[in-house]
């Protein structure tokens, strides 16, 4: 897959997929997929085209953290296992968001050979979202391409959106959310120094640090999780929250994992953390061998549930 940050004379024609395509979902891929098919059938070369940063962070009155799926990294390394030729990031400036529909198609077709055109359910171009469907059908005329646009993606009857992703992973919901996405959500991080309290109740604790700060946080909790440190691989529990046992504030987040059978010093060391089940929300306890006592059950059930699922 060719990544590309500035336009470049493509010779082949191309199907151009456009989007945010945050999270590269289900119902992405379904569009990602589709576009191929399109390519193979007329030997064109399957593009698509994204943005950075998000629209959003640019064109909002409110700037919100942790509010994306995927970073662009994290989406071009999933887009890099799909069927995809050149991927073109485009700068998203408010320069860039006042082009008005038909600008956007010129370029388009002077910079990258455009003989189709992809177009999801909700997508629209130019300033203030005013390029509709039938606005760029009717350019497609002009300027000689095929358009397609798709409906939203339904499965069993669910509507997949990234912003229904990212509620469901607000409110904890990551197996439903795993669904939608196609795979398992993950956040990455740095392990840092903690306080230790794991360490002394019996169950020392890998406290996550440097999590990208556009990425959401799945909401507080307990999670049975799998995670990754130098290409290996580890069974574990993870709590996100506020120590509401101990003396806190909600002013910090602490993301603690608790890997299984492990007895590391990974210290500074990448970990890549995947989210399978939120098994309870967090909880003050008045003692803490209540608290350790709740940490056993909690092991217990994440092993019950490895030893049926995997």
């Given at each position: 897959m060719e990544i590309l940050y500035t336009p470049k004379q493509i010779n082949l024609p191309t199907t151009i997929s456009i989007g945010t395509f945050d999270g590269v979902h289900r119902g992405h891929r379904f569009?990602?997929?589709y576009a191929n098919e399109l390519a193979k059938r007329y030997q064109y070369t399957n593009m698509i085209i994204t943005f950075d940063p998000h629209p959003r962070f640019v064109l909002a009155k409110k700037i919100q953290a942790?509010?994306?799926?995927?970073?662009?990294?994290?989406?071009?390394?999933?887009?890099?296992?799909?069927?995809?030729?050149?991927?073109y990031i485009q700068k998203f400036t408010k320069e860039f968001s006042q082009l008005t529909p038909e600008e956007f198609i010129k370029i388009l077709k002077e910079n990258f050979n455009m003989k189709a055109l992809v177009m999801g359910y909700d997508h629209s171009f130019g300033v203030n979202r005013s390029g509709s469907y039938e606005d760029i059908k009717a350019l497609s005329y002009k300027y000689n391409f095929f358009l397609h646009k798709f409906q939203p993606f339904v499965d069993d009857g669910v509507f997949i959106s990234s912003t229904k992703i990212r509620n469901l992973l607000i409110k904890g919901f990551v197996s439903e959310a795993n669904k939608l996405l196609g795979y398992n959500y993950f956040i990455k991080g740095r392990v840092i120094e903690?306080?230790?309290?794991?360490?002394?109740?019996g169950f020392p604790t890998a406290n996550i640090g440097e999590v990208a700060d556009e990425k959401i946080i799945p909401g507080s909790g307990v999670y049975i999780i799998r995670a990754f440190v130098e290409d290996?691989?580890?069974?574990g529990i993870m709590n996100i929250g506020f120590r509401p046992t101990f003396q806190y504030s909600h002013d910090n987040i602490y993301l603690e994992a608790h890997l299984f059978d492990f007895n590391k010093n990974i210290y500074n060391k990448s970990i890549k953390i995947e989210f399978l089940l939120k098994i309870r929300d967090e909880i003050k306890f008045d003692k803490v061998e209540?608290?350790?006592?709740?940490?056993?059950?909690?092991?217990?059930l994440a092993l019950r549930f490895f030893d049926r699922n995997f």
């Open positions: 569009v990602i997929e942790h509010f994306l799926l995927t970073t662009l990294e994290e989406k071009l390394e999933i887009l890099s296992r799909m069927p995809v030729d050149i991927v903690g306080s230790k309290i794991g360490r002394q109740l290996e691989q580890y069974r209540d608290l350790i006592q709740q940490i056993y059950k909690d092991r217990e």
